[in-house]
């Protein structure tokens, strides 16, 4: 979760994007308080306290010192999303064996990767508020991309009948880590029960692994009344239900001041009180949730062949749109500035009631699939846009580069 602290702002991302183009999404007052932002998680879960974290306490020591965190946490995603021309193309019969192999493979460098970027920030000496953005930036585009893999390697993507199921999956794991950095944002420390992310792409690994050994036909002939979404389920059920607690007890904690007590010694209510309680954020942010799980919903439950025509437009579409309001609470988390409205959902909303006037009158005067495909460009640009643009204002205010190191410290290594 860190970068290097080179002094040099010629390489600024800033410099790279012409004028026209560039827009301050961070206040000053945002960019002010960078210097101030400290990172704080808690992880009670024991898989991660008593077997992984001991492992990447030891396998980090094998990167160099000039290697720059945020490469390595780039380099496991790149490595997490080859897997995707291959996923994409599985029919309704499930991927083979070799492909639940290296799926676990690709996961499993992913998850390394992700968990020994903070070591190697913090044995360099390196953190920086910039390091959360990249690190939960990529873990926002790979949530998605993890339900999306679940469903097409089980190959109950393309199912017209599983499509409220498949929505109700997406909907649970999306919102479960949505939820963990809303609940960030105010009470300032990330908090996670024994079942975290770890465990759950822990789970996902043994599965895809199994399967690939035994083969999806033999877990066909094996388990009575064989359902594909049931079991691929079985990866990340856990995270299912604890999305449900986190949501209930979140909404309940904010909005009825249930007195839990944060790292600073405040309750949620006071934290809220001081930060955002004059521009209603908390409210804007859950109400930007529920909007893309409603439109996730409409899109993808009602009239599946729609989507099932055009896929590729549509899975863009989901992972960039909920990578963007993601990224706008991680970046408003590490500025502490006020939520705005986030312009790129609104094409999006405006799909949805295009396709919910459909459903009333079966009449549409657009094809659906070309509107499809240009919001997906539009979410594309403005995603690309907001991301570089954030990313070139704390560059430019902290003088640092995001993808190299050089002038590092070494420091103990990390425990």
């Known amino acids: 979760m860190g970068i290097h602290e080179s002094r040099d702002p010629s390489k600024s ?13 961070i206040s000053n007052d945002g960019l002010n308080r960078l210097d101030k932002y400290v990172y704080n998680s808690q992880h009670f879960g024991y898989l991660e306290n ?30 997490f999303l080859s897997q995707f021309p291959s996923t994409f193309f599985v029919g309704l019969d499930g991927a083979p064996s070799w492909l639940f192999f290296y799926s676990a493979f690709t996961m499993m460098i992913y998850q390394w990767s992700d968990g020994c970027d903070g070591k190697q920030a913090r044995r360099t000496n390196s953190s920086s508020p910039l390091g959360q953005l990249v690190d939960h930036g990529i873990d926002a585009f790979s949530c998605p991309i993890i339900c999306l893999y679940i469903q097409l390697l ?15 999956f997406f909907i649970g794991t999306t919102s479960a880590f949505y939820l963990s950095n809303w609940s960030k944002r105010y009470t300032e420390l990330f908090t996670f029960l024994f079942f975290d992310a770890t465990e759950g792409e822990f789970l996902y690994q ?11 036909d033999y877990v066909k002939q094996m388990i009575p009344g064989y359902d594909l979404l049931r079991i691929s389920i079985l990866c990340y059920c856990p995270s299912t239900f604890y ?13 009825q001041g249930y007195p839990v007590v944060t790292n600073t010694g405040k309750t949620i209510k006071q934290v809220i009180s001081y930060k955002e309680k004059r521009n209603f954020g908390p409210v804007k942010e859950i109400l930007t949730l529920t909007s893309f799980q409603l439109c996730v919903f409409i899109l ?6 729609l989507h099932i025509q055009c896929p590729l437009p549509n899975i863009i579409l989901m992972i960039l749109l909920f990578s963007h309001i993601t990224h706008h609470v991680i970046v408003d988390d590490i500025t502490s500035q ?23 009158n079966n009449r549409m005067y657009i094809s659906y699939n070309f509107y499809c495909n240009l919001n997906a460009v539009y979410i594309m640009l403005f995603w690309l846009h907001y991301v570089i643009n954030c990313s070139g204002q704390i560059t430019e205010k902290l003088q ?16």
Do not use: D
């Not at 089980?154 to 929505?167: A, D, I, K, Q, T």
């Not at 043994?206 to 999806?216: E, K």
């Not at 999305?243 to 909005?255: E, G, K, P, W």
């Open 338 to 360: 006020p939520t705005g409205i986030i312009w790129a959902c609104i094409p999006t909303y405006l799909l949805t009631i295009y396709k919910l006037r459909n459903l009333y």
């Open 13 to 25: 991302i800033s410099n790279f994007v012409p004028k026209i183009l560039q827009y301050n999404y």
């Open 300 to 305: 993808y439950g009602f009239e599946p062949h």
């Open 50 to 79: 008593y077997v992984f974290h001991p492992l990447w306490n030891r396998f980090v020591n094998m990167f160099p010192l000039w290697l720059a965190p945020n490469t390595i946490t780039f380099t496991g995603f790149i490595i």
């Open 243 to 255: 999305n449900c607690y986190l949501y209930i007890s979140m909404v309940y904690n904010f909005f």
């Open 154 to 168: 089980f190959g109950v993507f393309y199912m017209p009948e599983r499509s409220l199921e498949n929505c109700i």
């Open 400 to 415: 640092i580069h995001v993808f190299t190191l050089r002038n590092y410290k070494k420091v103990n290594t990390p425990k």
């Open 206 to 216: 043994i599965v895809c692994f199994s399967i690939g050994v035994v083969g999806l």
